[in-house]
């Protein structure tokens, strides 16, 4: 019987084993990746200041203080049920059942798949399994590739492929379909290229980002969109230009590339083959919260966070006594957020084991404020309105509680 088990061995389950096993708790965490550290592992870029954000080097860091306390860390164990006992919590894996008093899930985000005609061909993946062949295997995706999607996480990994040599023709919108159709939509791409615009390397978008967080600006910028793109890292990112086509017999070979209109439209006759030997696709991500339904736990839609997401409060506890939740289950966030909220969900278990540990509420106040000022200070960000997204998770929390 564990105090706590942790599913999840990202910046989010780690940083919260580290604040156990600082109080002693007999913690076990568990990851169905064969490396610790989530898509830490896949991380690499520059921040505004200057300093680059390294992945593999952040893990390392967390693992080297929970190695240091002893830390019992299980890799590729896939958890795939979780039962409610009389004592806690039940967590069936691949390698048998691992019972805890307590239950953090940090199970992170998947990928939203955008479908595409010749989707199917080899050498089309997501954008997600691009980070990961490049910075974690050191496998290259291709010679010559387009990114289908414009968003802050396929911009964020498009850069990271450039540093490791692969050449990247230029990102575009998907075509419009019942699946893509806020991702086609030339207007709302507007909204969340203004939120990454200051990483660009250009002072002249840089500036020009500060007037297009007005409405009307944005509009007039995406009817008068250069045919060419802008360029960002040397990489023209379109948005009035959409991938219809993903052509190939056995493999990829080519796309097929439009001119769209302002609201999304084809244009007839504005065909385009581009060569190519892979195509990225970039759907942006949801909380990969399944294991939480299993058991029960309360869900609310909320679209700011990026979909449905466990009913949690600001100590990152559900409404089921002894399950927490901490990381992008809890909302699309950075990993800095992720780490900050870990820790706090961390704090907050000891606290449910060792209610009268001195300085406890303390503690989980300043883990509280420190969740909030490194999410004040994020370079970038998945969704608008994400304190607003927190604040009606957090009411749904309340209201709960008292019905």
């Keep these: 019987m564990y105090d706590v088990v942790i599913i999840g061995a990202g910046p989010a389950g780690l940083s919260a084993a580290i604040a156990c096993r600082e109080s002693k708790l007999h913690v076990l965490v568990m990851d169905?990746?064969?490396?610790?550290?989530?898509?830490?592992?896949?991380?690499?870029?520059?921040?505004?200041?200057?300093?680059?954000?390294?992945?593999?080097?952040?893990?390392?860091?967390?693992?080297?203080?929970?190695?240091?306390?002893n830390t019992e860390i299980k890799c590729g164990i896939s958890a795939h049920h979780i039962e409610k006992t009389d004592h806690g919590y039940a967590v069936h894996t691949n390698e048998g059942v691992f019972e805890s008093e307590n239950l953090l899930i940090a199970t992170g985000a998947a990928e939203t798949a955008a479908p595409i005609p010749g989707w199917t061909l080899p050498g089309v993946m997501s954008i997600g399994a691009a980070q990961v062949m490049t910075n974690v295997h050191r496998v290259r995706v291709g010679n010559k590739g387009v990114v289908v999607g414009v968003n802050v996480l396929s911009a964020a990994i498009a850069r990271e492929l450039q540093i490791a040599g692969v050449e990247l023709h230029s990102m575009a919108l998907p075509a419009s379909n019942v699946v893509t159709k806020d991702h086609a939509n030339p207007r709302k791409v507007m909204e969340g290229l203004v939120r990454i615009a200051h990483l660009a390397p250009s002072a002249f978008l840089r500036f020009g980002s500060k007037f297009a967080k007005a409405e009307w600006v944005r509009n007039i910028a995406v009817s008068f969109y250069p045919k060419g793109g802008v360029k960002m890292w040397g990489m023209p990112i379109h948005i009035r230009k959409a991938i219809v086509q993903i052509n190939g017999t056995e493999k990829v070979e080519s796309v097929t590339m439009c001119d769209i209109t302002a609201d999304g439209e084809i244009v007839k006759g504005s065909e385009k083959i581009i060569e190519v030997d892979f195509v990225c696709i970039a759907g942006g991500l949801y909380p990969l919260a399944e294991l939480a339904s299993v058991i029960g736990c309360p869900f609310k839609y909320v679209e700011e966070l990026g979909g449905h997401v466990p009913v949690h409060n600001e100590q990152m506890e559900t409404p089921l006594e002894g399950l927490f939740v901490a990381g992008n289950i809890t909302g699309i966030e950075s990993a800095k957020v992720a780490r900050a909220q870990g820790e706090l969900a961390g704090l907050s278990i000891v606290k449910q084991k060792l209610r009268d540990?001195?300085?406890?509420?303390?503690?989980?106040?300043?883990?509280?404020?420190?969740?909030?000022?490194?999410r004040e200070a994020a370079s970038i960000q998945f969704h608008p309105g994400i304190d607003e997204g927190r604040a009606k998770i957090e009411q749904a929390f309340d209201e709960y509680k008292i019905s």
């Design 357 to 374: 540990q001195k300085d406890i509420n303390a503690k989980i106040q300043q883990a509280v404020e420190n969740v909030k000022a490194v």
């Design 32 to 69: 169905e990746f064969p490396k610790p550290g989530g898509r830490l592992l896949g991380q690499l870029h520059q921040e505004p200041t200057g300093e680059w954000w390294n992945g593999i080097e952040e893990t390392k860091i967390l693992m080297d203080k929970a190695t240091a306390l």
